[in-house]
Structures are given as C-alpha cells and as structure tokens.
C-alpha cells in the first residue's frame, strides 16, 4: 500500500516536503531512490526545484510585503539580527551558502531580500545552483544511508521500516530541541 502511494505521489511530496521542509525529506528520498521505490534523477530534480521555489517565493514574497508585521516580526528577532550583522555585507557569499546553515531557509532570503541590495536577477542564479548542489547533497546522504541500511540489516523488504529511520530522527531531534528550549526557560 504504501510502496504503492510513493510510486504515485513520491515525487509530488518530494518536491512539497523540500519546500517547505527541506533536509529531512531529502534525505528521505535518496533513502527511497536507494531501495528503488522512487527515480534517482527526478527525484533529485524535485529535491532541487522545491528547495529552490521555496528560497525564490520567500525572497520576492519578502521584497513585496517588507513592511507587513510578519516580515518585521522575523527581521527583528535576534536571530535574524546576528545574522545581518554578520552576514548582510556579503549578500552574494550569503545567497550562495544560507541553504546550508540549520534553521536559516527562511530567515536569510527575508535577509536579504529585505536588507541587502540584492537584485532579483542577481538572487534568483545563485540560489539556483545553491539549491542544485544541495540537494545533489542531500539526495546522495540519503542514497548512503540506504546503502548502510542495507549493510547492517540486509535487504528491508518493509517500506515503514525504511521511513521510521528518518521519523525517529526527526521525533529525537525535536525532543533534544524542546528539551533545551525548556531548559534555558528556566534559566
């Protein structure tokens, strides 16, 4: 059943779940593409074009609408302001690496779209490529993973078992995120 819905929809989700999310669901379906229940290339191609339609929506979305309480609400934690302290001097080094940086994919094309003078023709190929090599990345991570996966319990004939992997990593990175959130709160 579920091998069944990954032909049908895995490369729809695929390039849903890198938009909005990103790394995980890439690497997921490198995982996939290993074990042969999706494309290696069109799922590398819908790793790379979600990746890239999210960075390019968020950077016009936030030149459009710079002054809507959302955009200043992002610009003004304190996040976002090491960062364009750090970073907005060097708009073109920072357009080209951010999709690499944990927790920035949203953050710095508001960044940049916003406080560097940074024109669209100028964003719109760097961040292209950026997206390519990430999720070429990506995609090959998790097309190792499955090779591990294959060499420590052998040939995993059971889909769910393949995608519990990356829902347990998910589960313990959000608990280990939380637990600290709490942590420092009560500090």
């Not at 290696?40 to 950077?59: E, K, N, R």
């Not at 959000?174 to 500090?187: C, I, T, Y």
């Amino acid at each position: 059943m579920i091998d069944a819905l990954i032909a049908k929809y895995g490369l729809i989700i695929v390039y849903l779940g890198c938009a909005l999310e990103g790394d995980t669901v890439a690497i997921t379906s490198g995982l996939l593409a290993h074990h042969q229940l999706l494309p290696l290339w069109p799922t590398l191609a819908a790793a790379w074009a979600g990746g890239w339609t999210a960075d390019v929506a968020i950077f016009l979305l936030a030149r459009r609408y710079r002054d809507h309480p959302r955009v200043l609400r992002i610009l003004a934690h304190p996040v976002s302001k090491g960062m364009a302290r750090r970073f907005l001097g060097r708009p073109v080094l920072l357009a080209s690496v951010f999709r690499f940086l944990p927790g920035m994919r949203t953050v710095t094309p508001v960044l940049l779209a916003t406080g560097a003078r940074l024109r669209p023709a100028l964003y719109l190929p760097i961040t292209c490529l950026s997206a390519l090599v990430w999720a070429v990345a990506m995609v090959v991570i998790g097309h190792g993973i499955g090779t591990l996966v294959r060499r420590i319990w052998g040939h995993v004939d059971r889909t769910e078992l393949l995608l519990a992997l990356p829902v347990l990593l998910v589960a313990l990175f959000a608990g280990h995120r939380l637990w600290r959130m709490r942590r420092d709160l009560e500090k």
